[in-house]
């Protein structure tokens, strides 16, 4: 039998988060920690570590001086600008159109 040291808890790691799941769903993530060669625990700690962060990226809040605020809404109000190539590209008939219906009518 192969022996292990203990592992020492670090004191970034004095906490515990428990979580209740069906059977289906821990064989899921037992499965995905396995293929990622990686303990359970480390895998659902790291993924829900990076859903955590991305729920709190999108819900960041920008902050802009007033001057910096009146120009944005300025900005986004005002007309959009004319780009010729642009207009160009819109007018031309896409790829999509045209050879298929012209080749079967």
């Keep these: 039998m192969r022996k292990t040291k203990p592992k ?3 004191a970034t790691k004095a906490t ?3 979580i209740r799941l069906r059977p289906d769903q821990k ?3 037992a499965r995905a920690a396995r293929l990622r060669q ?3 625990s480390k895998f ?3 993924h829900a570590y990076e859903a955590a962060q ?3 990226a999108e819900q960041g809040d920008v902050a802009l001086p007033p001057a910096e605020w009146e120009a944005f809404c300025n900005a986004l109000d005002a007309p959009p600008r004319r780009i010729p190539a642009l207009e160009k590209l819109l007018a031309a008939p896409s ?3 045209g050879r ?3 080749a079967a009518q």
């Design 8 to 10: 020492a808890v670090s």
């Design 16 to 18: 515990a988060v428990q």
């Design 27 to 29: 064989a899921v993530l």
């Design 38 to 40: 990686t303990s359970l």
């Design 44 to 46: 659902v700690l790291e």
């Design 54 to 56: 991305q729920v709190l």
């Design 95 to 97: 790829v999509f159109e």
């Design 100 to 102: 298929g219906r012209a």
